[in-house]
Nanobody, 116 residues
Framework: QVQLVESGGGLVQAGGSLRLSCVARGIISSIYDMGWYRQAPGKQRELVAT???????NYADSVKGRFTISRDNARYTVYLRMNNLIPEDTAVYYC??????????WGQGTQVTVTV
């Protein structure tokens, strides 16, 4: 069984920065794309960013130029560096890992709150 454990969320003022981390733990055969999604209160879950095994990244338009996704394959870890945060970034952020045949695994979520 594989679990994704997120950390790094918290409370920050607008204009500030946070870095989220997510590590995969357990018996891991392979992980392909990794990514981050978020869900704000009363809204649907949305894609924030994804990154392939070799590093190509995709971003939601709303975070382009402010967020950077990266990964350390040796440590089964994905990061999300968030700069110039705005109140609209407030949400629970979820890490995902595409494990191919075994499907997509989700983390438990970490809260990010941005105050004015």
């Amino acid at each position: 069984q594989v679990q994704l454990v997120e950390s790094g969320g918290g409370l920050v003022q607008a204009g500030g920065s946070l870095r989220l981390s997510c590590v995969a733990r357990g018996i891991i055969s392979s992980i392909y794309d990794m990514g981050w999604y978020r869900q704000a209160p009363g809204k649907q879950r949305e894609l924030v960013a994804t990154i392939g095994e070799g590093g190509p990244a995709n971003y939601a338009d709303s975070v382009k130029g402010r967020f950077t996704i990266s990964r350390d394959n040796a440590r089964y870890t994905v990061y999300l560096r968030m700069n110039n945060l705005i109140p609209e970034d407030t949400a629970v952020y979820y890490c995902t890992a595409d494990r191919g045949y075994y499907g997509t695994t989700w983390g438990q979520g970490t809260q990010v709150t941005v105050t004015v």
